[in-house]
């Protein structure tokens, strides 16, 4: 196994320079407007909304149409660590860090100006990646800037969005590079998703997907339901998981859980610059939201080890109050294995699956209750833990595959979170 | 004539470039599965070679019919049977060891040969075995080998049996488009609900190349089952992109079967998936949901099939809307399958293009300065309707009872306002895009003389049409150096039209449909043996109206 690898990190920004960008490529961020229009993130929060006004202010000023909503994210590589910090993984290593692994990823640029693009991102990707969050009746802009592969400069891949169960997709936006385009280096792409189903969806590059999959290019992506904020059926919370007519998928609070795994011996094959083992490809640091247990329960965002930049930022910790209901949006985007996760403790009626209600409009009869929840890559399932007369205290989300609760060669790890309930 | 809505895609018959896609060949690709229509089959065993897309080859053992030229194949001859008639399949074996056929979900009688564990074997060297049964439900299933199943059906001994629903003419039944009564349908299980336009079938398995090479070197007493690890996937024998060649392609004189769906928007495409093998495999549609009607050959319903066509308007006993038309009451809609080993799934796919937000055609492309004045392919017209109310220059719409229901009444949707002779279909000026809100079961709030167009004066009885005709194209794509093209990219992002491309780009996609990939989620299962792409992945290709699948 390579032994500098992690100190490359170190030596990348006198690199910058050098890279080499195809002649006229272009970063170009498209949020189209009228004339006279402008747009900003006003209120930080990574997502530019028509419909959201800072002071009065929109973000977005004479849009094309009033639910306009545009978001910047770019893909490269970048860093992490998995969460098996006991462990010593020798010198190159600081004591206390978890295995970096080498990552390809999406980072999220909204706001960053079109010049400041490539340097501010180059070797800083995410895992998982930024979550999307629209609502039903938003008309998404989602520009995709490929700022290259800094520790890899014998690749010239290009990446994609592909925005995962979006209904009657159009090849042309649909990210799957087979049968429309993908973005080089250098340059953007921009998708438009007119979002008319409410659900949980997932995204991922999908170029070379076995591989860039594997690297870490998933995220969560969900569409929050037009019913928000209107009263059906008993729900005080106004809040629901689909436009179910009757209010049976209320939920107070909501949490993205999303499964995959890292196979190290394919990362480091990636940073070593070596071929690829896919046929032997084999998960042992099972994640959710990117990261393994204790990690997923906490809430601060973490620094690789590698070049320090800020790479995991989503944790899995779920709180909520006696009588809640908890919304858990759980999706796979394993490249190896089948799962089931279970929330011991806590009876998990599931009312929705591919971002579809079980069952017609103002009829929760197709819901279920069950213990388990069983998902391939590729699915999403939405389960509502009811916390009514569950006693105050924390209980655990965790995969029922028993060899996936370790991060490598570390017991009790991977793929396990805690729900506390306050009382 | 005045419609309620167009609730089914329509076909004419323009002959396809698509049946003959890629690289010629002897065969097509089929709207029906291709298979063995017969209730009597005469099968033995023998071995041959499989070709995987990495270029090698795996020896297999499969069935053979002896009723046709085809060899020895894999997986096995697909058997389509009808219903309540009886099946007589008889077994001879030409490998080295015992053989047999096993049929999950069938009542089968064995006699002849020699009695084995699950059932009645044929010993190597012919003796024969008869297998009876008669199929009581309709639907997909698998038969496989009975004997030492860990290493017969890894080796290939398995195939897919097809079930019609008794007494359906081959052309299928009437009823089952409301706006074309006299249409003929298909379906799977006997009613409207399952009614298809094309059907295709999956049969889902894979292969340990380190299995088959023992068998081949005699070592197939040394071979452990328990920790074979498999490095190939196949969908109807093939990896990926052998998916793609034709039926019978002579290249491939071992996998006779292909696995290319094809469609045209408004179709509905049954899907048959069998989960072969013994692995999971997470079955993942792009381009739209699909709904799971039937699990191991059992409607997903809380009534039987067949059931009687309602009276309009009543809706269909025990069914549900689907993308187009009903689906029955029970049924999943997914995106993504995960196939258990030895499961049938049956589902229902449409594309429709709804709500894209944008004119999927590009009609500017011909149309010179107003693209909502060009031709309307029928396809893009979801619902088409007429006014109930004197609109004027008033916000609000009114359509005729009950087809509120086929709009959207969640969000904000678009429509086209035309004279009452104008149905879209011919070009036209003078026409007005709406944005509709529902505000009642058959009234809408409109934002008037959307995207440019002109306010007009509307009265009981023009046209309202759900549709993103002549909406434009929502971005600006970037130059062509700065992008990456797949193979089934026309070149442009429009249905049916192909644009300039660097040479030596595309080329898979002569009719510039829209493709999307159908494959494995299990991402490490997109490759044959370590080499990426293949293994279990195809292509589903949405053609242009009026391009014959056949």
Same mark, same amino acid.
């Given at each position: ?206 170029? %070379? ?21 209107? +009263? ?137 209750? $069950? ?22 205290? $924390? ?14 060669? %570390? ?10 309930? +306050?009382? | ?183 003929? &349908? ?20 894979? &292969? ?328 279990? &992945? ?13």
């Amino acid at each position: 196994m390579s032994c500098k690898k992690w100190l490359y990190g170190l030596l990348l920004p006198v690199l910058l320079g050098v890279a080499a960008v195809p002649a006229g490529a272009e970063v170009y961020f498209q949020c189209p407007t009228g004339p006279g229009g402008s747009f900003a993130d006003l209120n930080g929060d990574g997502i530019i909304r028509a419909d959201t006004l800072v002071l009065g202010v929109p973000e977005i000023v004479n849009p094309v149409t009033p639910r306009q909503v545009c978001m910047h994210l770019v893909a490269g590589d970048g860093f992490v660590n998995m969460a098996d910090k006991t462990l010593d993984h020798g010198p190159e290593v600081p004591a206390g860090a978890g295995y970096p692994q080498y990552i390809f990823g999406f980072a999220n640029a909204t706001g960053t100006p079109n010049a400041q693009v490539m340097a501010a991102f180059m070797l800083r990707m995410e895992f998982s990646a930024p979550t999307i969050r629209v609502r039903e009746g938003d008309q998404l802009y989602l520009s995709l800037t490929n700022v290259g592969m800094v520790m890899r400069p014998d690749l010239f891949d290009p990446h994609s969005v592909h925005y995962h169960g979006f209904p009657n997709a159009s090849s042309i936006f649909d990210g799957l590079p087979e049968s429309g385009i993908a973005i080089n280096m250098g340059s953007t792409l921009t998708y438009f998703y007119n979002n008319v189903e409410p659900g949980t969806f997932i995204y991922h590059c999908h170029v %070379e997907a076995a591989e860039h999959m594997q690297m870490g290019m998933l995220g969560n992506l969900y569409v929050a339901s037009a019913q928000d904020g209107t +009263a059906v059926g008993a729900c005080a919370s106004q809040l629901y998981a689909y436009d179910d007519g009757d209010g049976s998928t209320c939920y107070d609070v909501d949490y993205p859980i999303q499964i995959a795994g890292f196979d190290p011996a394919f990362h480091d094959a990636s940073i070593s610059i070596q071929p690829l083992p896919f046929a032997e490809m084999d998960d042992i640091y099972p994640m959710f939201n990117g990261r393994g247990y204790p990690d997923t329960v906490n809430i601060a965002q973490l620094a690789n080890s590698v070049n320090g930049n800020l790479s995991q930022k989503i944790n899995s910790l779920i709180t909520a109050t006696s009588g809640d209901r908890i919304l858990l949006r759980i999706s796979s985007l394993s490249t190896t294995s089948i799962h089931t996760l279970t929330a011991q403790g806590i009876p998990m009626l599931v009312v929705g699956k591919d971002a579809r209600k079980l069952g017609p409009v103002g009829d929760a009869s197709q819901y279920f209750l $069950t213990n388990t929840v069983t998902l391939g890559g590729g699915e999403t399932y939405d389960v509502i833990l009811d916390t009514t007369g569950v006693p105050a205290g $924390t209980y655990f989300l965790y995969s029922t595959n028993l060899n996936h609760l370790n991060n490598r060669n %570390e017991e009790y790890g991977g793929m396990m979170t805690e729900i506390v309930i +306050a009382p | 004539m005045r419609r309620i809505g167009t609730i089914f895609g329509r076909r004419a018959g323009i002959p396809a470039l698509a049946a003959a896609l890629l690289l010629g060949g002897a065969g097509s690709a089929s709207a029906r599965v291709v298979g063995v229509e017969s209730q009597t089959f005469a099968l033995t065993t023998s071995s041959g070679k499989v070709t995987t897309s990495d270029g090698s080859g795996l020896f297999f053992w499969g069935y053979d019919n002896t009723n046709d030229t085809i060899p020895v194949q894999y997986p096995g001859p697909t058997m389509i049977v009808v219903e309540d008639t009886p099946v007589t399949v008889t077994l001879t074996n030409q490998l080295d060891t015992p053989v047999s056929i096993v049929f999950p979900g069938q009542d089968v009688t064995a006699t002849g040969g020699t009695p084995g564990l699950l059932t009645r074997e044929a010993l190597p060297g012919g003796t024969e075995v008869t297998y009876t049964f008669t199929p009581a439900e309709p639907g997909t299933y698998l038969y496989h080998s009975g004997t030492d199943p860990a290493l017969q059906v890894e080796m290939g001994l398995v195939g897919a049996l097809i079930v019609r629903p008794a007494g359906e003419p081959a052309a299928g039944i009437a009823g089952c488009d409301p706006a074309d009564p006299a249409r003929l &349908m298909r379906t799977a299980y006997g009613d409207c609900r399952t009614a298809y336009d094309y059907e295709f079938l999956f049969l889902l398995t894979e &292969m340990s190349p380190k299995v088959h090479e023992m068998v081949e070197l005699g070592l197939r007493n040394q071979v452990k089952t328990t920790d074979s690890m498999a490095f190939s996937w196949f969908i109807n024998g093939r990896g990926a992109p052998d998916t793609l060649s034709p039926d019978l392609a002579g290249w491939l004189p071992n996998q006779p079967y292909s696995c290319l769906p094809l469609a045209t928007p408004g179709d509905r495409v049954l899907q048959r998936v069998i989960g072969a093998g013994r692995d999971q495999h997470p079955l993942h549609a792009h381009g739209n949901n699909f709904d799971i009607i039937a699990r191991d050959g059992r409607l997903l319903s809380t009534l039987p099939a067949p059931q009687p066509l309602p009276i309009p308007p009543d809706p269909f006993p025990a069914s549900r809307r689907a993308e187009i038309g009903v689906v029955p009451d029970l049924s999943l809609s997914s995106f993504t399958v995960s196939t258990l080993p030895g499961a049938t799934y049956d589902s229902i796919f449409a594309w429709t293009g709804k709500e894209l937000g944008w004119d999927f055609f590009g009609h500017n492309l011909v149309a010179a300065a107003d693209i909502l004045a060009a031709a309307a392919d029928p396809s893009e017209l979801h619902v088409r309707t007429t006014l109930d109310n004197d609109l004027g220059g008033g916000i609000t719409v009114t359509v005729p009872a009950g087809v509120g229901a086929l709009m959207p009444s969640t969000h904000a949707f678009r429509a086209v306002l035309s004279a009452a002779g104008d149905d879209l279909t011919t070009a036209a000026t003078g026409r007005e895009v709406v944005m509709l809100t529902a505000s009642g079961p058959d009234t809408f709030t409109a934002v008037r003389a959307a995207e440019g167009s002109a306010e007009g004066n509307w009265s009981t009885g023009d046209n309202l049409t759900m549709t993103d005709h002549g909406a434009p194209f929502p971005v600006v794509l970037p130059d062509n150096k700065d992008l990456t093209f797949g193979q089934f990219y026309s070149g442009s992002p429009f249905l049916g039209s192909a644009g300039v491309l660097p040479p030596g780009e595309g080329g898979f996609n002569p009719n510039a449909g829209f493709a999307f990939m159908w494959h494995s989620h299990t991402e490490k299962e997109l490759t044959n043996n370590n080499v990426f792409p293949g293994g279990l &992945m195809t292509f589903f290709i949405v053609l242009p109206p009026g391009t014959l699948v056949e």
